[in-house]
């Protein structure tokens, strides 16, 4: 389904975990800084909403989205429970746009593999910036607040297993 056809930002809480006794890391990039800041604000929002502890989220701002790998690495080896990978990639005039995408997408899988606190993707990867804007905090809600409920989720899933 696109996300055109969804809200990024709809869900059912009596579907979610109490996540009162979780710890967030939330490693946000500065590149398109409007568009990550509103990210991170739909993320913390929807973990606050859910129980967590304003001081149990662990915040750290990396240059770029490619940043993002070595930022999540080092913060799963935080007393955490899951990590958010926050980041905005916006097609240039170059293949520049394919090499980060593909990168970030590979090096934060490799991070869910190789180690044993999961780290959810939330990295935009959009043709201009008005797509970036829709879906952070616009028309097509906030993937920060989809990404806060999946880090709920596999935090209950690591949890339980
Ligand atoms: N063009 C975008 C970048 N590029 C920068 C890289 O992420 C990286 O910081 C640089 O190559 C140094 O290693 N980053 C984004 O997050 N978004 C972009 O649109
Ligand atoms: C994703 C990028 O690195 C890109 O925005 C940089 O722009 P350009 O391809 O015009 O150098």
């Not at 869900?11 to 939330?26: E, H, M, Q």
């Not at 080092?74 to 520049?96: L, P």
Request: aromatic letters at 8%; glycine letters at 8%.
């Amino acid at each position: 389904m696109a996300t055109a056809n969804k809200n990024l930002s709809e869900y059912d809480k009596a579907t979610i975990p109490n996540a009162s006794k979780f710890r967030f890391g939330i490693v946000v990039s500065e590149w398109n800084e409007t568009v990550t800041e509103g990210l991170y604000r739909g993320a913390y929002e929807a973990l606050i909403d859910n129980g967590v502890a304003p001081n149990n989220i662990v915040k750290w701002d990396v240059p770029g989205s490619f940043e993002l790998i070595y930022g999540c690495k080092k913060m799963q080896e935080q007393m955490v429970s899951a990590v958010i990978a926050i980041g905005s990639v916006i097609q240039g005039e170059t293949k520049h746009f394919d090499f980060v995408c593909e990168g970030v997408t590979q090096g934060i899988k490799d991070l869910n593999v190789m180690h044993e606190v999961p780290v959810i993707f939330c990295v935009l990867t959009d043709n201009t910036m008005k797509q970036a804007l829709e879906r952070s905090g616009g028309k097509h809600g906030n993937k920060g607040t989809e990404a806060a409920i999946a880090a709920i989720k596999m935090a209950e899933l690591r949890r339980n297993s």
